[in-house]
């Protein structure tokens, strides 16, 4: 579990439900940390770095 002290959510590693888990993706994030030799072509929204909701310490807000 993590949850951001400026934010009314709390994140849940998804390896932690037992399955199925009836869950599905929503996005990728930190895909430009990602190996070349990885493709991502589900169709998703990919951000190179966190999702434009959570910010990234020591990243200037937009």
């Given amino acids: 579990f993590w949850k951001h002290n400026e934010l009314d959510q709390i994140s849940i590693m998804a390896g932690a439900f037992d399955r199925p888990s009836g869950l599905a993706g929503e996005s990728h994030i930190f895909v430009g940390d ?3 030799y990885y493709s991502i072509d589900d169709g998703l ?3 190179e770095k966190s ?3 959570v910010k ?3 990243e200037a807000a937009e």
Wanted: hydrophobic share 25%; net charge neutral.
């Fill in 51 to 53: 999702s434009p909701s």
């Fill in 45 to 47: 929204p990919q951000f």
């Fill in 56 to 58: 990234v310490a020591g």
């Fill in 34 to 36: 990602k190996g070349d």
